[in-house]
DNA sequence: CGGGATTGTTTGGGATACCAATTTGGGATA
DNA sequence: TATCCCAAATTGGTATCCCAAACAATCCCG
């Protein structure tokens, strides 16, 4: 793979884990002695990252994308029309088997599994169940969508109960899926992002001042 | 603005003016001698231009974006559900100075006016309507969807009956939305879309051998 | 005359050099 | 001591350089 690959994926990893705190600045000389490539194959990641909106211009300078708190309602809404066509697609058209892989998935999710495997599940689900709706823009949309949440929801895997929730959730979607129930599934899904979201902004009005004190940049909160 | 921004602006014009064709292969060099600039902001504006999906890799090499007819099919039933979204927050959200704009903007297109004019104004609506959903999210993805048939387009907009069968179709929803019915704004839209697939498809397949002829790369018609 | 190895050319990937602009730090001065 | 100003360092933008891989044309041998 080529080395501007490489670099975008770890530039990604690291600040969708927030190793990279949101709005910290990114000279591309620091980048360079970090991933010990030049700035050639370094700018293209960033050019690339930014328009995933990761990375952002700040005057000439790059910083890491603040997590912007009124996105999720927006979020909320754009996602809604998608994921219950999304899952009314995928009543539709998934195999036995499509639908068997992402209940395998949701399984590995045991009650002790560690938050980073509760957070990779709970992003792949909705992109999983994406992609049984044969659309590669609804699964391109919902996988962006669900980029853009991912910083905020580490705060939503934090706690046992949340993160249950969730799965929960999931398991009923996907109930419905398999029992060819689009309109019950239709339903689910609308229920489980609006609740998602009201979790996720809970969590956030919480956490506020500890992510502040992180020296996280959190914009937006009304 | 910076060049790579020019190059990436310019470039992106001649793409979806056609000037360059479907599936052309870009040599780094040519375009170092087309812009007068150097590599570097050619390869950024590249990996943007990647990123919007209007040129791709084709093993080391860079090459147009093929019109992928495919896709078509796909790309209406990712619009429904989101410009049906679109036009019923924009019934409840949209001032009616907001309308009026889109309105003048619809007459700008006399029968006498210019295909260029038909084809700007056939796309920016679109992304005008999502704009009155208020939702950032909902607008880009549209804007997306319109910059991937913004191509294909081309050939509607060469039949007059074809633009001004559009355009009535245009004038409809946006008559629904200053009624505020959203139930009839949605229908409309939805009706809209498939209809204009159609078109579309028929276009194709009837000019698919004058495109191939100017040596355009069309795939997935099937 | 045909096929395959070989060599030369072109390409993109990466590194580096240079420049202009912005930031910064320190020292002189009021 | 506070403030202002200038020099030096740092930054991002661009140009250029080098290299390895891909491709093509050519030449040699059967």
Redesign the pocket.
Known sequence: M???LQIHDQLREMILSLDLGPGER?????LESQFE?????I??ALVRLESEELVRRD????IVAPIDVGELEALAEFRIPLETTAVRLACARASEADIGGVEEMLDTCQSGAPREEWHRVGTDFHVEIARLSGNPFIVKAIAGAMTRLSRARWLEVWTEPSREQAWREHRRILGFIKANDPDSAAREATDHITDTRDRLLRSLKEDRRGLRMRGFAVIGLR
Chains 1, 2 share one sequence.
């Open positions: 080529s080395q501007m990114l000279s591309e000389r620091w490539g030049s700035r050639t194959p700018r293209a005057g000439r300078n790059w």
